[in-house]
């Protein structure tokens, strides 16, 4: 089955830096690639995803970008807030399913 | 629009007791998912239904979990008998069927097997 790997498993920044936060899948079919973020004690949320078919999609101070060959994609966050501290989740799945296999997680963590 | 609901929020139970978990989707959403969460780990996927039917359970422990979504609306899951790692966050996620369906969450269940 599919297997996804993210790292760092925390990251801290300063307050108006960029985060980059790495997943790497298995399978080559797998198709979508959404990112969850995930507050203390509440559920995840996604913050943006990514098709196949695309290349990179940005959305405000979030981007992320896919590279198939290489089967990774990463999460890019800009100009970091202190609201941006969470638990991100990257996740992959294949086909109508939709089945999410997630990576175990980034806490990240923006410093005043 | 209303949100995925759950109840109850928090279970702590003894092991080898029953427990069980319910979760009332978005309105209109035929699919639904139950998630697995241990502390400090990624979700992961313990069954799928699309409306009253099971997509895939590969990854159920079905010695002791059980799930059914009867009527294609509301879900129950079950674990009989529970054992200490059983403890984590049961999320309900629910999506419309389709290539583009978003999933979304609920607030989860969170038991502790002591």
């Known amino acids: 089955g599919e297997n996804v790997e993210q790292h760092p498993s925390t990251l801290s920044v300063q307050e108006g830096d960029s985060a980059v936060i790495k997943c790497t899948y298995s399978d080559s079919a797998s198709n979508y690639f959404p990112w969850y973020k995930q507050e203390l004690g509440k559920r995840p949320q996604l913050i943006i995803d990514i098709r196949s078919n695309v290349g990179e999609k940005k959305d405000q101070r979030i981007a992320v970008t896919l590279n198939k060959t290489a089967k990774h994609f990463s999460l890019h966050i800009t100009e970091t807030q202190p609201e941006d501290s969470a638990v991100y989740f990257c996740?992959?799945?294949?086909?109508?399913?939709?089945?999410?296999?997630f990576g175990s997680g980034t806490q990240l963590t923006v410093l005043p | 629009e209303a949100g995925v609901a759950q109840s109850p929020r928090y279970k702590i139970i003894e092991k080898r007791q029953s427990v069980a978990f319910w979760c009332n989707p978005i309105s209109g959403h035929a699919t639904l998912y139950w998630y697995q969460q241990i502390l400090g780990q990624g979700p992961k996927l313990l069954i799928q239904?699309?409306?009253?039917?099971?997509?895939?359970d590969s990854q159920l422990p079905k010695d002791r979990f059980s799930a059914e979504r009867l009527k294609g609306v509301d879900s129950t899951l079950k674990i009989q008998p529970a054992k200490l790692e059983d403890s984590a966050v049961y999320l309900c996620?629910?999506?419309?069927?389709?290539?583009?369906?978003?999933?979304?969450f609920g607030p989860g269940t969170r038991l502790t097997v002591l």
């Open positions: 996620a629910s999506g419309v069927a389709g290539a583009n369906n978003e999933q979304f």
């Open positions: 239904f699309q409306n009253n039917g099971v997509v895939d």
């Open positions: 996740a992959a799945s294949k086909g109508s399913a939709r089945q999410l296999t």
